[in-house]
Nanobody, 120 residues
Framework: QVPLAESGGGLVQPGGSLRLSCAAS????????MGWYRQAVGKQRELIAK???????IYADSVKGRATISMDNAKNTVYLQMSSLKPEDTAVYYC??????????????WGRGTQVTVSS
């Protein structure tokens, strides 16, 4: 796996906001997309948002209008800004990297995950 350094997350009150970041230890030329998935207890992992190095982004319907994904190509870092957080946003959030070539045995790489809990 390509090392992915995630940060952010934690306990957030309903209606609050957070920013997650994820830095990839890889050259930008090897990146197809970076993004974020989440997995709540008892549920499957789901896509939240992903972005290409050219800035094209897609979002899950559940976060449209509340989330903004961005990428700093100079730092190989992807950011996820979320606002108007709801208790149902509580989950482990995973950084995802899709590479343009096989690296360390694969083209799909995952971070270790960071817990986001939305609760008062």
């Amino acid at each position: 796996q390509v090392p992915l350094a995630e940060s952010g997350g934690g306990l957030v009150q309903p209606g609050g906001s957070l920013r997650l970041s994820c830095a990839a230890s890889i050259t930008i030329l090897s990146i197809n997309t970076m993004g974020w998935y989440r997995q709540a207890v008892g549920k499957q992992r789901e896509l939240i948002a992903k972005i290409t190095t050219l800035g094209t982004a897609i979002y899950a319907d559940s976060v449209k209008g509340r989330a903004t994904i961005s990428m700093d190509n100079a730092k190989n870092t992807v950011y996820l800004q979320m606002s108007s957080l709801k208790p149902e946003d509580t989950a482990v959030y995973y950084c995802n990297l899709e590479t343009s070539r096989t690296i360390r045995g694969g083209r799909t790489h995952w971070g270790r995950g960071t817990q986001v809990t939305v609760s008062s």
